[in-house]
């Protein structure tokens, strides 16, 4: 069983493009979307929520969490992987998914100039450009804080007037910087894509968040089967998670199998309602969740 957090609604494009790449396993989507947005919240109180969700994840037999948040993966996972894990969760795993966008971004750019999106707890952590210059110490990094535009996609406004002039104030400080490739820091960012590249007259490379973590994550997988496997008891699920089994009417890869091995769970600690109108969006699919408290 693999559990997928985020802050919110974006995660859900993330999880889209796990489930096409991996179909074969059983996962759990947790947004905590009472507590959303996490960007403007200080470091402590995000990892003290982030915490509570891994808690419940693994507590409801997830071997393996994907932190689908930018700003969790910026400020909770190392603290999560070097203090948490090792004495309370031995033997399973967190990963984020800021490292394996700054892999594909580093390898990627041919000029070693990396511009990148995100929230602002996410730029303040400065988190990508410790990562990117991991990867290669010549690499120069731009970043530019976007705080409206997740509440733009979260109200359906990304293709408005106002939220396009609200984009070019955000974008305009970054004409004239050599960058050739641009890290969308942030899961709602996706939706603003063509409009980035068209503003950019397509001459940068443009990395998003779900194909590019899906794919770091199948190669993982095949590295470290153990996480993706499942335990009898999450095929049974008991309590909240069995009510909350939310599936998927088609699988994303066409293929329609088994409900009862592949489990697709959708947890939200905000109005399920609103969450299953938003996974419309997000997943393209219908979904049933269920609303729990961390």
Known sequence: MIGIFDSGF??????????????????????????APYGDLSQDVI???????????????????????????????RKLQQEYLPFKYPGKNVLGIIRPLSEIAA??????????????????SNAYQVELQEQDKNIQVIQQACPLLVSLVEDSQEKTES????????????????????????????????QIENFFKKRVKIIENGQSIAKKLTDYIKRHPAFGSRSASSLRPSGEVAQARGEFSTMPTGRQE?????????????????????????????????????
């Open 163 to 194: 939220s396009q002039s609200v984009l070019h104030n955000y974008l305009a400080p970054l004409v004239g910087e050599n960058f050739d490739t641009l890290i969308l820091g942030c899961t709602h960012y996706s939706f603003f894509h063509d």
């Open 10 to 35: 974006g995660g859900l494009a993330v999880f889209r493009e796990i489930v096409r790449a991996l179909p074969k396993y059983d996962y759990i989507y947790l947004g905590d979307n009472a507590r």
């Open 47 to 77: 990892y003290q929520y982030t915490q509570q969700a891994v808690d419940y994840l693994f507590t409801h037999d997830c071997n393996l969490i994907i932190l689908a948040c930018n700003t969790v993966s910026a400020e909770a996972l």
């Open 107 to 124: 390898s990627t750019s041919k000029n070693k100039n990396i511009a990148v999106l995100g929230t602002q707890s996410t730029i303040n």
């Open 258 to 294: 088994n409900a009862e091995s592949k489990q697709r769970v959708f947890l939200t600690t905000g109005d399920s309602k609103k969450f299953d109108q938003a996974a419309k969006k997000f997943l393209g699919q219908t979904i049933i969740s269920q609303k729990i408290k961390l």
